[in-house]
Structure formats: C-alpha cells, structure tokens
C-alpha cells in the first residue's frame, strides 16, 4: 500500500514564526501536492510539484513556499505564519498516468495563536 | 474560472439509495474523480471517470456527461460507516496535473 506520511497530526505555532510541514511518500511517485481544508471551502491547491526541484503554484500560494530536494519529500514552508493560516493541510501523491489516484497523507491540523 | 458545485448536505436513512450530484464548469476537462472523506480523516479514492457514462464499482457508482457539466454518485444499500463527506474533483488539463475540488457534500446516514 502506498504511505503518504505527514510529520505532524497537530501542530501549534505563534503568529510569524517559521513553520516547516513535511511530507514523505514511500511509493516512487513523482507528482506531490499540497492542499489545504477549511470548513465551507473545501480542498484548496498550495502548491504542487511534478519532480524533483520542480514546483508549481496552485490557486492560494501566497504566504507559502516549497521545497521538493528528493522524489520521496515536499516540503510546505510558511514564511511567517498568520492566523488565517490556521487550518487543515493535507500532502498527496500520485504517479503522472491517465486514471492516477491521488493517495493522501493523514493532514496536519496547524493552528497559529 | 473554474467551478464545481456540489450540495452542501444530504440525509438518507439505512438501506436506501442516494444519489449525490456535481456540476462543473472548467477551462478544460481530463477526468473527473469521486473521494469520500470520514471525519478527521484523509480523502480516499472511490471512483473515476473520463469518458460518458457509468461506471459501477459494488455499492457505488458514478456516471458523468462531459455535454452537460456533470456527474453523480450513487450510492445503494446506505450503511451507517457511509456518512462521510464526499468530495467531486476535476482534472482540468493533461494527465499528472493537479485536481480541482468542490467543497464537499457531507452526507450523513441514520437508522
């Protein structure tokens, strides 16, 4: 089965510190993506990447960076985290074919007080 | 712009049959796919479909008309464990590009 790992189910941080959302998968896929969930709107786009030191923006990518080093790791940074950055963020991953599932991480749950 | 719409809830009893619909309106079109999420849970992949028609996969099934903008869900044989929500997604352009989703339809199942 493949594992999209998520280095953190709950996370707290203050209002512009750097904050560091890491997220592993163990299958050899190369697109990786970032959403994030907020109740009443559903999954939004971050960023995505289809290879290594590759990345895209997606719908709402201001406020955060990426950082794709190795296949298996996207990195989601917020620069100076803000309280309207409190949400839910989920990592994915899929292999670049016609019918690719997207395979999900378990989601970091980040509030900024 | 791109747009998926989707009810926000529904309510269905055990044993019946519920159908849950999806308009979209996108630049492009490459396949549209169905996930069901449980409560503080990832979304899971239930179904996907590119060309006209349904597609049946055990209780579920899911039927799109690229003409009309538009997809469902069926769901037969309501079980308890199918509240969830459900999420409509479209690939807008080539294969490997990132999904759009709609905002979920939450459907919750009594006895």
């Known amino acids: 089965d493949v594992k999209v790992t998520q280095s953190s189910r709950y996370l707290v941080k203050r209002t512009g510190e750097k904050v560091f959302l890491e997220c592993v998968q163990d299958?050899?896929?190369?697109?990786m993506f970032w959403y994030r969930q907020d109740p009443g709107l559903g999954l939004r786009l971050i960023y995505f990447s289809y290879d290594v030191k590759m990345k895209e923006k997606g719908d709402i990518p201001e406020g955060y960076s990426v950082s794709r080093e190795k296949k298996e790791r996207f990195s989601l940074i917020l620069e100076s985290a803000s309280t309207n950055q409190t949400s839910m963020y989920l990592c994915?991953?899929?292999?670049?074919?016609?019918?690719?599932?997207?395979?999900f991480g378990s989601g970091t749950q980040l509030s900024v007080l | 712009g791109q747009n998926i719409d989707q009810p926000t809830e529904m309510t269905a009893t055990e044993g019946a049959i519920v159908q849950i619909n999806c308009t979209y309106q996108t630049s492009g079109f490459n396949g549209l796919f169905w996930y069901q999420q449980h409560a503080g849970e990832a979304p899971t992949f239930l179904s996907y479909n590119v060309l006209d028609g349904l597609e049946e996969k055990g209780r579920f099934s899911s039927f799109l008309s690229r003409s009309k903008g538009y997809s469902y869900l069926l769901l037969k044989e309501l079980q308890m464990k199918d509240s969830a929500s459900y999420l409509c997604?479209?690939?807008?352009?080539?294969?490997?590009?990132?999904?759009?989703f709609g905002k979920g339809t939450t459907l919750s199942v009594s006895s």
């Open positions: 997604a479209v690939r807008a352009n080539q294969a490997g590009t990132a999904l759009i």
């Open positions: 299958m050899d896929h190369e697109n």
């Open positions: 994915a991953s899929s292999f670049p074919n016609g019918d690719e599932k997207l395979f």
